[in-house]
Nanobody, 126 residues
Framework: QVQLVESGGGLVQPGGSLRLSCGASELALELYDIGWFRQAPGKEREGVSCISRSDGSTYYADSVKGRFTISRDNAENTVILRMNSPKPEDTAVYYC???????????????????WGQGTQVTVSS
């Protein structure tokens, strides 16, 4: 199974910014819908954002809308999640995942994404 790789996690202060990257050496990410998910301790994995292949439409969880931005860098074969004004409740392991075109829409589901990364820890704390 193709492995995605997340990077860019770490410790960030509330109100700061962080840039997460998702890449893959054996998968052209531009051909797939890509999602970012997160899992906090003791909680279920939840969707954060996704970007569609067909028209570049983006979707965000209400909790991050207006603060996080997902985008593609096809030249680098990466998908970026920029986190602005993070809050302590954004602390989690962040995962990226790839799915066939069509799985990214307003009610996208975790189960529709097939290839996953190992995750990167994001900690928001002063």
């Amino acid at each position: 199974q193709v492995q995605l790789v997340e990077s860019g996690g770490g410790l960030v202060q509330p109100g700061g910014s962080l840039r997460l990257s998702c890449g893959a050496s054996e998968l052209a990410l531009e051909l797939y819908d890509i999602g970012w998910f997160r899992q906090a301790p003791g909680k279920e994995r939840e969707g954060v954002s996704c970007i569609s292949r067909s028209d570049g439409s983006t979707y965000y969880a209400d909790s991050v809308k207006g603060r996080f931005t997902i985008s593609r860098d096809n030249a680098e074969n990466t998908v970026i999640l920029r986190m602005n004004s993070p809050k302590p409740e954004d602390t989690a392991v962040y995962y990226c995942a790839a799915g066939w075109p069509g799985v990214c829409y307003s009610d996208y589901e975790l189960a529709d994404f097939d290839s996953w990364g190992q995750g990167t820890q994001v900690t928001v704390s002063s």
